[in-house]
T-cell receptor
Framework: NAGVMQNPRHLVRRRGQEARLRCSPMKGHSHVYWYRQLPEEGLKFMVYLQKENIIDESGMPKERFSAEFPKEGPSILRIQQVVRGDSAAYFC????????????FGDGTRLSIL | QQQVKQSPQSLIVQKGGISIINCAYENTAFDYFPWYQQFPGKGPALLIAIRPDVSEKKEGRFTISFNKSAKQFSLHIMDSQPGDSATYFCAAEAGSGNTGKLIFGQGTTLQVKP
């Protein structure tokens, strides 16, 4: 009974490069959420997706960040032209339904920008 | 209005004691309140959750107390153990918003001394 799988666990990029973070939700879960955690802070909502649809991207920066959840395959969070301020832990969560449902988190991707 | 305020920032408790973490919110649309436990290098794990139609929920050594009129809720950890040492986050969701977006508190780092 695999949980939410995120990879890579650690990612190092130089300023200006692209970062791709992947998330496979729990089996049977079709709702995916991305959160960002800065050091010594709580998690901040970024985006909520269902299969092939972005439902709520109110927490996503307007530029350089994008997310997708294709019909087949994992959800992808893409950060283009990374900057030092993008260094953080990025967590993915999934749930079987929407609305007051437990969200199960992966162990995150720690992104470091050199 | 979208904030959840959590206190204290850090807490030290002796083994066998009671750990109490408090959260407060403003948005009356919030109707689901989960608590998460996070160990270093891991993702948040759901501990216990409550809806505002009940004032208390207990699961093992963990109890949530909910005060709807004061817009406050708290986590009590009875008989605290060194293995409970972790960071705890409260969160809130407005289910009627239908996005599943969780708003997290800033976190409480708990240390249980043997």
């Amino acid at each position: 009974n695999a949980g939410v799988m995120q990879n890579p666990r650690h990612l190092v990029r130089r300023r200006g490069q692209e970062a791709r973070l992947r998330c496979s939700p729990m089996k049977g879960h079709s709702h995916v959420y991305w959160y960002r955690q800065l050091p010594e802070e709580g998690l901040k909502f970024m985006v909520y997706l269902q299969k092939e649809n972005i439902i709520d991207e109110s927490g996503m920066p307007k530029e350089r960040f994008s997310a997708e959840f294709p019909k087949e395959g994992p959800s992808i969070l893409r950060i283009q032209q990374v900057v030092r301020g993008d260094s953080a832990a990025y967590f993915c969560a999934s749930s079987p339904q929407i609305g007051n449902q437990p969200q199960h988190f992966g162990d995150g991707t720690r992104l470091s920008i050199l | 209005q979208q904030q959840v305020k959590q206190s204290p920032q850090s807490l030290i408790v002796q083994k066998g004691g009671i750990s109490i973490i408090n959260c407060a919110y403003e948005n009356t649309a919030f109707d689901y309140f989960p608590w998460y436990q996070q160990f270093p290098g891991k993702g948040p794990a759901l501990l216990i959750a409550i809806r505002p139609d009940v004032s208390e929920k207990k699961e093992g050594r963990f109890t949530i107390s909910f005060n709807k009129s004061a817009k406050q809720f708290s986590l009590h950890i009875m008989d605290s153990q060194p293995g409970d040492s972790a960071t705890y986050f409260c969160a809130a969701e407005a289910g009627s918003g239908n996005t599943g977006k969780l708003i997290f508190g800033q976190g409480t780092t708990l240390q249980v001394k043997p």
